[in-house]
Every structure is written in C-alpha cells, then in structure tokens.
C-alpha cells in the first residue's frame, strides 16, 4: 500500500506540472497538500531519472521544477525546449518578483498619504490656534489686560482640546483605515 501511495504522489507532482507548468517546491507542496520532505525526495529522484529540469531563476534565485521532454531524437528541439523552460522560468520569476515590488510600493503609498493627511491636520490646528491668539491679541488692545490675559488662557485651552479631538477623529476615521488594508495586505501575503 505504502509503493501505491508513492506512485499516486509522483503522478500528482508529475500531473500538476504538467497542467501549470514550472513550479517550486514550496508552491508543489501547497497545491498538493504534501510533506516538503516527500516532496523534495520525489524532485530528486526525477531530476535523476530525466523525467524534471532544475532550474534556477536569475532574479530571485529560486528553484523551480518543470516536466522534461527529453528522449527525443532531436537533440536540437531538446535543447530549444530546455531553453524555452528556462526562459519561462525566469519570466515567471521576474512576474513574482516584481508582483512583490509593486505591493510594497503600494503599501508604502498609502502610508505617504496617510502621513500627509496627519501633516495637513497639524498645519490646520496650528493655523487654527494662530487665529485665534490673533484675534485675543486684537481685542487685548482694546479691552482690560487681566481679563483678556484670562481669557487667551481659557481659549487656548479650549482650541488645544478641539485640536487634540480633530487629530484622534484624523487618525481613527482616515489614517487607521488607510493603514489597515495595508496590515490586511502584509497578512494575506505573510
């Protein structure tokens, strides 16, 4: 029973192969819901026999595995068909590798806007407490200085106050959201 459980093993690695072509290890062992350990043995013992090329990708360095046709009485189609796995390989690979660029490019977008959203919130407080001193100032010059001194106090209080609330609101309503579909990304993809 054990040998029948092995050949259905190779003819699933065999099989998925030849149905989504050059694959890595990792990538055969999730598809296939299988041990890495069987699955590397299994790799092995094709590339051995002929049956897998090996091929290293030149962007990532990964390995990936495809069918070879080999046997064939034209040494020439052999190699134009070695070849052309490779270079599909490669491609694949560079796919992968720029797939990731792009998302940490992406995730990192969304931070700036997220950054310039908070920047845009500070100036906007800041110019919010500048009127108003400017305003209680104004009126300093017209009123009593002790009861305008009392009140600068009492107004800045309160506008340091609606500005610390806008910034949590800034932060709660936009900034958190924004940054959470990146956290959501960085799981999905860890």
């Keep these: 029973m054990s040998d029948l459980h092995q050949r259905d093993i190779e003819n699933e690695i065999l099989d998925i192969l030849e149905e989504k072509g050059p694959l890595t290890t990792r990538q055969i ?12 043995m299994r790799l092995r013992k094709f590339v ?3 049956k897998l090329l090996r091929i290293s990708a030149k962007n990532s ?5 495809a069918l070879s046709k080999g046997g064939f009485t034209a040494e020439e189609y052999d190699n134009l068909r070695d070849v052309i796995v490779k270079d599909t390989v490669d491609t694949k690979d560079a796919y992968e590798v720029l ?4 998302a940490r490019i992406d995730d990192n977008v969304n931070g700036l806007f997220a950054n310039m959203i908070s920047i845009i919130s500070i100036l906007v407080a ?3 407490l500048i009127t108003v001193n400017a305003n209680i100032a104004f009126e300093l010059t ?3 200085l002790q009861g305008v001194f009392v ?11 609606c ?11 936009i900034i958190n959201p924004m940054l959470g579909k990146k956290r959501k990304k960085k799981s999905k993809r860890g």
Excluded: D
């Design 29 to 40: 062992v999730e598809q296939l819901n299988i041990a890495q350990s069987t699955c590397e």
């Design 48 to 50: 051995e026999e002929g």
């Design 61 to 65: 360095g990964k390995i990936y595995f």
């Design 99 to 102: 797939s990731e660029k792009i």
């Design 126 to 128: 800041i110019f919010a």
């Design 142 to 144: 017209q009123e009593n």
């Design 151 to 161: 009140g600068i106090i009492a107004i800045n209080v309160f506008v340091v106050i």
């Design 163 to 173: 500005i610390v609330v806008l910034l949590i609101c800034v932060k709660l309503i």
